[in-house]
């Protein structure tokens, strides 16, 4: 099974062949952060290096959020239209599972955090009971990073821009529980999220496009506005 996997949650984004046997090719974003501009001609590129074809594309992942709002609504919005142009199946993978999925054998408790702003990070637990399987064990999160600590009470590995952002105060308050993974885990990647998303799509398990939305976790601020605006 060939999975064409589309990871756009930061302004760092990523695009990904997978199969059973693994990475094919990834490519990232690299100095353009407008997602729209990169993410289609870069798809087109990485398939003719494969020498594929979108025809032999058995199916899309994307990563659904949390993340930004503008760059989760053009990955969800291209890939939608890869699906519907192509008829292959879709699979939504929340951003912070694939995030956990790139330290697969960690035998700590893993948190994956991304900087959400508002002094505040997207979060989420994860274990691994056994080798290569994961398993999340809180809800996805939006939350100070010192409200995050309080849930903590053992070693904890933590990964994203939001670890890298957070370091010192998450070293103060959890002192040697708090282990932090290399700048290189800083962004996820779009082969994680085809990782996950290839597993599904194995098991039949695909999305309905028409009800495929971004996991926000929190409104997006237009929202917000538009609440705060209502209610005055």
Known sequence: MLVLAVETATH??????????GMIQERGSGTVTTHSIWLLPT??????????TMEEVDGFAVSSGP????????????????????????VAVPTLDAMAE?????????????DARKKEVYAALYR???????????????LAP??????????????????????DLLTDLLGKKALFASARFRHPKASAVGQLGLRRLAQAKTD????????YVRPPEAELKRLGHSRS
């Open 67 to 90: 993340g930004s709002f503008t760059g989760l609504r053009i990955g969800l919005s291209v890939v939608k239209g890869l699906s519907l142009a192509t008829g292959k199946p879709v």
């Open 102 to 114: 790139l330290v697969p054998f960690c035998r700590h408790l893993v948190c994956p955090l991304l």
């Open 43 to 52: 798809i087109r590129d990485m398939l003719a290096a494969a020498r594929l």
């Open 12 to 21: 760092v984004g990523s695009v990904s062949l997978v199969s059973e046997e």
């Open 208 to 215: 309905d496009l028409d009800a495929l939305e971004p996991l």
């Open 146 to 167: 010192g409200n995050l600590a309080q849930l903590i009470k053992e070693k904890v590995l933590f990964l994203g821009n939001g670890a890298q952002l957070h370091r």
């Open 128 to 142: 691994f009971p056994s080798r290569g399987s994961v398993r999340r064990d809180s809800d996805h999160l939006v």
